[in-house]
């Protein structure tokens, strides 16, 4: 009996631990190839803090993402977001929703409310209006954001519903980047390691609303330098 032989004859234990394929002798290397490296950590659950605590439920009215009509702009009888003023549109909805809160922010930066209050036409801290079908149903809907104060944004998207302009998403960002496509709206923030960014993905739930599809960290890009080769990766974290 050769060695190779003896070795494909023996019983095949299951240690716990990982299995290392090396290079073994020629001929035999399918069986000779695997050794132990060891006990691998084991697998724990994560530790659940303060079980017994639960946050109250949210107030009528005290969520921030939940599809509501915009009230005090006219109707659009087309259904579509371009026969709508997006300055009027943001106006009245930041009003309403600073009103609603009761100036606790919940709903909407108190700063963004007194911002659009002061100001007019060019002025205002309103970044251009983005029409971009995300329902799918062949109209635009209206995508924006307000700028509170150089980092904190407060973004928006309108659609029509049976005639009222209605927000269908509010989100509070610092807006890394905001990207469109195939109805999906990617909303991009920076982390606390300045090579990723978080990427939030929206996409149209059917129910009136745009929900987050998925969440993940993607590499960041510096803005575009002018030199004509486009976004470039962030420095190291290091350097």
Known sequence: MTPCTARRRRTAVLLAGSLTLAAGAAGCADVDGLRSDGRIDEVTKP??????????????????????????????PSGDMRDAD???????DFAAAGEQDGGSGRLVDQRAVRLLADCSGQACPVRPPVLH????????????????????????VYTV???????????????EGVEVAAGHLAVREPTSNPVYVSVSDYVWD???AMALD????????????????????????DR
Not at 47 to 72: E, N, T
Not at 133 to 149: F, H, P, R, S, W
Not at 161 to 175: D, H, K, N, Q, Y
Not at 214 to 237: I, N, V, W, Y
């Open 47 to 76: 530790l659940a803090l303060w079980q017994d605590s639960r946050p109250a439920p949210v107030a009528p009215g005290q969520q921030p993402g939940k599809p509501a009509p915009v009230p005090g702009v006219p109707e659009v």
């Open 161 to 175: 519903e049976a005639g009222r302009v209605t927000r269908v998403l509010a989100r509070r960002a610092v807006l």
């Open 206 to 208: 059917g129910k009136g």
């Open 133 to 156: 079908d995300l329902t799918g149903d062949g109209k635009d809907e209206l995508i924006t954001a307000v700028d509170v104060d150089g980092r904190t944004s407060e973004l928006r």
């Open 214 to 237: 998925d969440l993940s960290l993607d590499e960041c890009r510096a803005p575009r330098t002018g030199t004509g080769t486009g976004d470039e990766p962030c420095p190291r974290a």
């Open 86 to 92: 997006p300055l009027d549109v943001v106006r009245a």
